[in-house]
């Protein structure tokens, strides 16, 4: 870490040495101590996106080229408009180092902070979910903890805030042990009026500036430089830059806010988050082409004697900044009584376009509003990894029992097995709007209320494609995701990611990032799907074992449904239907779960996505949600085909029988027809009189839609047409396994 | 005549504007919310205790709520019979108060738990029940972390019939696995001894609405149809 002197003092500073020596030439003097600060936190990678900002500009403007978008990249969440006067505002964060410190509390304000960014959008936030990353359970105590009290944490936020967790996703894998990845995600719904309300700038000079919220406490202080570090032992002693969450007052925040910018008196809005006050003002004032005063003393604190330095940079959950026009000061402090919620005007908006930070009468900070946002980029090397073609060409061996037995072993496997265990945890119902329920579809699908729209929602990504092939990868988990939300009926209507990778300094995880956003942008913009947002973080890497985490660009759609009668959910529904599989499986092991599962191997050919056959399946898909022909829906994931086939017939405790004859036309080996992981893939539940119908319009889109067989009364699968072997699954004996393997490790 | 329902605002409480919407969308009854500090009762026929997180549950569930000014208010039409419906947080909220026997201690399995369950109908003759019959199962949803029932009163519960409803299977059995939570006697709810107020811990306003149900069913708008045809004979 570099050393600066500044005004004699000598500090340690996360800055490099041309970064102040520019800020010296900016300001023609040395920074103060808060100054510094300030710059410090502001321009981590965290908060500038220095490393990744070049990147992240292969992502075509959505504002721009999407006229539905209201809001792009860059706000604190993106918006579109979803019709009949609606606004849907989404994003997603990570949460990663102070969760792999402290669990608990760590997920907990991972969930505060990316509620207060979709609250300032001016909307009221209605759905939470979760894809979350850990090592393996078993035989593990320390993803055990981790696992257990990163839920602990989500369920106690998210529940006592009213807002339903609707969805999530989880990966275990060894890689994530020392570094394992929260993210989380929230969507806000509201009228596009008071969206267009409260922007998050200040662009009025004589505006009154409030702080509403909790109170400014020593806690969480350069939690964001803390961020932008690679995790080492001393990170336990890093434990007091874990901010404390406190779900109470953010209800009440959200409460008192809607209520303010329901007056029309708000015409500015932020949440704190990293970098505090600081970074709350310079940007209000900066992006709002204004100025503005602040008598800092009035922040009012949790402890007395904190430094300007403290104040300025504390990273307290909880707090909102309002800006309010003159007239209607009253009114919004009346507001703020009622819900009892501690609030100090703290300055007034001027015309000087200069941020001045007053202790007592000792002028502390003074910088242009513009120069904290005026980070520098760093252009990073990209490198592949030597090790990817050794990993590539490794070979599936030769199953080692009964194709039977592998099934089984497969569905009981963490990553594959019921995640009933989290979402029972989480309250997904409150709000009266779950439609599709955790469980129950492969996204989670919300009514809104007042029109006959539903919103779905999924999270994801496959972090062992994308480790062998960062580029395709990224692109499989969009199709895997966008088919998770298609699934339930819904048309993808936008994107969001959240970039967790390694250490952008090394050339390796940069490359991995690098093809991930270029994988992203290419088929955002072949199927086009708006990219309305994201969030990078870097560093997720064990110093111990000096591994960087699997790469995880995890994406999260939102899609729309219209009307109740075109919601599709995955449970097989009646005996007597045919069941189709869509899409080609081809020889794609790769990264798959029967590797790993198995033969705990990584290697081997992972899939890749050809974007025309993709769109021509969804649109095919669609032609048959239009003529009513489909009963139920599920998309092909972890595991392969064998494994959706049965989580559908769970529910109804149906059965199938099953003929793959004139299914591989790759002539695959069993083990790899079975369970390859080619995207893209959907089993539909269909009545048999449509079949030749179907047929049609499966040559009309060039689609392969083979039927595969009808499904059954008694609650078992039987499959023929494989090459070495009939098989028979009994359906009670994998949803046993199903349920079982994650109680089984943490009810103990 | 028009009849008028309050649902009572504590802060934290989380599922008021559910309670709200249900009345007024769905039952079609006048239903306003209501700030905790700013409840009279003498505007309203009958009271809702809505689900939620009263003043974050920070200390016990549902005590600091017990303490409101709105509760004076409530106590008044506990006195002269107007109904009081306490769900989730509300129900715990009621026991806090004393206006209903026993306590809600954490679940038996430590966690939060959030699923559709069953319960069966002990006593159909309270405001709550009334349009539905002693043995109905019901279909409705749980949220809760702190829904075990307990009480040192059990017998004179049982004698004066204030077991309301009981979590049973979808057959109407108690089964330990129909049990959620480990309530004493698969205890879901109960009433005082006048039947004016009965506290649960399932959510009915989130079973009013044939789209929320699994089962397509609207087991929980039988509740507030009760609730609103007791308001109206009475008058």
């Known amino acids: 870490m ?8 000598e500090l340690k500073v996360d800055l490099t040495e041309p970064e102040v020596k520019w800020i010296k030439n900016t300001l023609e003097r040395d920074p103060s101590i808060t100054e510094l600060g300030m710059f410090d936190v502001m321009w981590s990678e965290h908060c500038s996106y220095k490393s990744s900002r070049p990147k992240l500009k292969l992502f075509e403007d959505a504002e721009k080229n999407y006229d539905y978008v ?105 890689s994530f042990e020392g570094n394992c990845l929260v993210n989380v995600a929230c969507i806000g719904l509201g009228s596009i009026e008071d969206f267009r309300h409260a922007p998050s700038r200040a662009s009025n000079p004589g505006d009154y500036i409030i702080l509403m919220g909790g109170s400014t406490g020593r806690d969480g202080i350069h939690g964001v430089t803390f961020a932008s570090r690679t995790l080492t032992d001393m990170s336990e002693a890093d434990r007091p830059a874990v901010q404390i969450g406190d779900p109470f007052t953010k209800k009440m925040i959200i409460e008192a806010t809607i209520e303010a910018i329901k007056t029309g008196y708000v015409r500015g809005l932020k949440d704190l988050g990293g970098g505090g006050i600081s970074c709350a003002l310079s940007e209000l004032t900066g992006d709002g082409g204004t100025g503005a005063k602040i008598k800092m003393r009035k922040i009012f604190t949790r402890e007395p004697g904190m430094t300007s330095y403290e104040i300025m940079l504390s990273e307290s959950q909880e707090r909102m900044a309002f800006i309010v026009k003159p007239e209607g000061l009253e009114k919004i402090l009346e507001i703020f009584r009622k819900f ?91 709000g009266v709007r779950s439609v599709v329920k955790c469980g129950t579809g492969d996204s989670g699908v919300l009514r809104i209320i007042g029109t006959n729209k539903f919103l779905a929602s999924s999270v994801g990504t496959n972090s062992k494609h994308c480790f062998l092939e960062p580029y395709e990868g990224a692109k499989g988990g969009l199709v895997e995701v966008c088919g ?52 990078v973080s870097f560093y997720n890497e064990d110093e111990v074992s000096k591994t960087a985490v699997k790469p995880a660009p995890v994406i999260m759609i939102v899609g729309i449904i219209d009307g109740v009668e075109n919601i599709i959910t995955l449970p097989f529904k009646n005996a007597g239907n045919d069941v189709l599989i869509i899409g080609e499986t081809n020889n794609e092991l790769g990264g798959s779960e029967y590797h790993s599962v198995m033969y705990d191997i990584e290697g081997g050919i992972p899939p890749k996505v ?123 004996k994998m949803k046993d396994l199903y349920d079982s393997t994650i109680p089984n490790l943490m009810d103990i | 005549m028009t009849i008028k329902i309050a649902v009572v605002q504590f802060p934290g409480a989380n599922c008021d504007l559910d309670a709200i919407h249900v009345l007024n969308n769905v039952i079609g009854v006048e239903t306003s919310l209501v700030w905790h500090n700013h409840f009279k009762e003498a505007e309203f026929d009958g009271v809702i205790l809505p689900g939620g997180f009263s003043f974050g549950d920070y200390l016990r569930a549902g005590i600091i709520a017990a303490h ?112 959620p939570n480990g309530s004493m006697e698969n205890i879901a709810g109960i009433c005082n001894l006048e039947r004016n107020c009965m506290g649960l811990m399932p959510h009915p306003e989130r079973a009013s609405e044939a789209i929320l149900s699994p089962k397509c069913t609207t087991h929980g708008k039988l509740f507030f149809d009760s609730m609103v045809e007791f308001i109206k004979r009475r008058s």
């Open chain 1, 2 to 9: 570099p050393k600066v002197k500044v005004n004699g003092d």
């Open chain 1, 70 to 174: 209201l809001a792009g990249p860059g706000q604190d969440a993106g918006v579109i408009d979803i019709g009949e006067g609606y606004a849907l505002a989404f994003r997603i964060e990570s949460h990663n180092h102070p969760s792999a410190i402290e669990p608990y509390h760590g997920a907990a304000t991972g969930i505060g902070g990316i509620i207060r960014d979709v609250l300032c959008m001016g909307v009221r936030p209605i759905a939470l979910l979760d894809p979350l990353r850990f090592g393996p359970l078993k035989n593990n105590p320390h993803s055990q903890w981790l696992f257990k009290y990163v839920v602990k944490g989500i369920a106690d936020y998210g529940n006592c805030t009213g807002i339903p967790t609707i969805g999530g996703e989880v990966e275990f894998d060894k």
């Open chain 1, 340 to 430: 009892e919620m501690a609030h100090a005007v703290i300055g007034r908006t001027d015309d000087s376009k200069v941020l001045k930070i007053y202790d007592s009468d000792n002028l502390v900070v003074s910088l242009p509003s513009i120069a904290l946002s005026e980070s520098p980029i760093i252009d990073r090397d990209e490198k592949r990894p030597g090790i990817l073609d050794g990993l590539i060409s490794q070979k599936t061996p030769e199953p080692s029992s009964n194709l039977e037995e592998l099934i089984y072993k497969l569905i009981a496997s963490e990553n594959i097995c019921s995640k009933e265990w989290i979402y029972r945890q989480y309250d997904h119902e409150v």
């Open chain 1, 484 to 535: 998770n939300v298609i699934a339930n009926g819904a048309r993808p209507k936008a994107m969001v990611n959240c970039c967790n990778f390694g250490n952008p300094e090394v050339p390796e995880s940069f490359w991995y990032f690098a093809n991930s956003v270029r994988g992203m942008a290419d088929f955002c913009k072949e199927l086009r799907i708006p990219v309305v947002g994201g969030n």
């Open chain 1, 610 to 732: 050809d974007e025309k056959k993709i769109k021509a399946r969804w649109d095919f898909i669609f032609e048959l949600y239009e003529k009513i022909m489909i009963k139920a829906n599920h998309d092909v994931n972890k595991g392969g085909f064998i494994i959706s086939i049965a989580e559908m017939c769970f529910k109804n405790n149906l059965g199938a029988d099953l003929d793959l004859n004139g299914y591989n036309n790759k002539n695959l080996r069993d083990d790899k027809l079975l369970f390859s992981e080619s995207v893209g893939r959907f089993i539909i539940e269909t009545d048999p009189k449509d079949f030749e119908e179907i047929k049609v319009l499966a040559e009309k889109y060039n689609v392969t839609a083979k039927k595969l067989g009808v499904l059954i009364k008694k609650p078992e699968i039987n499959i023929k047409g494989l090459k070495s072997q009939d098989i028979k699954l009994d359906i009670d």
């Open chain 2, 68 to 179: 409101s000014p709105a509760l004076d208010e409530a106590r008044i039409m506990l006195k002269d019979g107007r109904p009081i419906l306490g769900i989730c947080n509300g129900f715990q909220i009621l026991t806090e108060a004393e206006f209903l026997p026993g306590a809600l201690l954490q679940n038996d399995s430590l966690k939060f738990v959030c699923k559709w369950i069953n319960i069966r109908v002990e006593n159909n003759n309270t405001p709550f029940t009334r349009k539905m019959k002693n043995g109905d199962v019901l279909d409705i949803p749980i949220a809760h972390g702190e829904g075990r029932y307990f009480t040192d009163n059990l017998k004179e519960l049982e004698e004066n019939q204030q077991i309301v409803f009981k979590y049973s299977d979808e057959n109407g059995k108690y089964t330990q696995k129909a049990n």
